[in-house]
């Protein structure tokens, strides 16, 4: 008889700290992808309010910030029955886990972190311990759930590979316990560019209010915001090197509405930036109606989101809760 083994589906993790409203970047290079995987992952999202902590938020805002992030991860889509979607404050297991793994992390690899090095420059009097300890909450967020896939944009690629040396470590010493996790590399739009500065990433923490798109503005300050994009002076909507800002247009344009760069050549062609820019707006328009639909909806309607966390944190619990008590016994803690 032919043996036959069950398959299990490959397991995709990702946090998202709840600091500001993501931007389109976040959502074509990321958030969009989220809801198509869930036929072939079993996915588990989270918002990462533990993290934020690190850098002092105002408590009602974060409180505030949290649960629309929470609403927006379901309003792009992602469906509380298919996945697992969570506070990470409401699964305990994190912090416990974190804290085991602090002392299988060196100082010297976390000082290493380049997030952590520009972070402290920036905020030279208030480097929290929190801050240092930030990449190992994040493996802890990681490794709890066994994840094989973790997408990650390249700021917290550096994160991950300490992931996988803590997890490397523990295996070595105590015997296999995690899975290694490797980034997950989506489609491809994943970078998507600032319209005031086309040569750095749009960022939500970006002071400029014209560079980036939040998932929430409305229609008419997303025209505006396109209009005044930083493009060149050329007047051809063409693809090339050194045309950044409509390298990046282009870019949002073939992802909303599908086109390749070529068909996007071809309808532009003979017209100038004044029309395209239009044109880019209208499709992130459409592109965000449904998200900002949903999103209506879903933020007033607390009850329906409250019983979806509790779901989401009774099912990561249960899950993370298998890894931890692995954990507890390998390193010598005595359970009765
Ligand atoms: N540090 C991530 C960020 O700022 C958020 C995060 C926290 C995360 N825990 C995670 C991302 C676990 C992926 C996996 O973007």
Redesign the pocket.
């Known amino acids: 008889m032919e043996n036959t083994p069950v398959e299990r589906k490959k397991r995709v993790?990702?946090?998202?700290?709840p600091t500001a409203v993501p931007t389109l970047g976040n959502y074509l290079g990321a958030l969009k992808n989220w809801k198509n995987m869930s036929e072939d992952y079993d996915c588990i999202y989270g918002v990462?309010d533990l993290?934020a902590l690190t850098i002092h938020p105002d408590p009602a805002s974060l409180r505030k910030q949290s649960l629309e992030m929470f609403a927006l991860m379901l309003s792009v889509g992602l469906d509380p029955e298919k996945n697992i979607v969570f506070f990470q404050s409401h699964v305990h297991t994190h912090s416990e886990l974190a804290w085991i793994l602090n002392c299988y992390t060196q100082f010297g690899e976390a000082s290493r972190m380049t997030q952590f090095k520009e972070k402290s420059a920036k905020h030279a009097g208030n480097i929290t311990v929190g801050l240092f300890d930030y990449p190992v909450l994040?493996a802890a967020?990681?490794l709890i759930y066994q994840a094989d896939f973790?997408p990650?944009g390249a700021d917290?690629k550096q994160?991950l590979e300490l992931a996988r040396d803590i997890a490397d470590r523990f295996n070595t010493m105590r015997g296999n316990t995690f899975v290694l996790p490797e980034p997950f590399i989506g489609k491809v739009g994943a970078k998507i560019s600032s319209l005031q500065d086309p040569t750095q990433k749009m960022s939500k923490s970006d002071p400029n209010p014209k560079a980036s798109i939040s998932l929430l503005d409305p229609p008419e300050v997303i025209l505006k915001k396109f209009k005044s994009a930083v493009t060149d002076s050329e007047a051809v909507v063409r693809y090339a090197d050194g045309k950044d800002g409509i390298n990046n247009l282009m870019a949002i344009y073939s992802c909303c509405t599908g086109k390749s760069f070529e068909e996007i050549e071809n309808e532009f062609a003979g017209k100038g930036y004044g029309d395209f820019k239009v044109a880019v707006a209208e499709s992130v328009i459409e592109e965000l109606r449904p998200v900002q639909d949903n999103f209506k909806r879903l933020i007033a309607d607390k009850a329906y989101l409250n019983e979806v966390a509790k779901n989401g944190a009774q099912a990561a619990t249960r899950i993370s809760q298998r890894t931890l008590a692995k954990v507890q016994k390998k390193v010598g803690l005595y359970m009765p």
């Open positions: 993790l990702s946090l998202i700290q990462a993290h994040m967020d990681i973790v990650v917290q994160h």
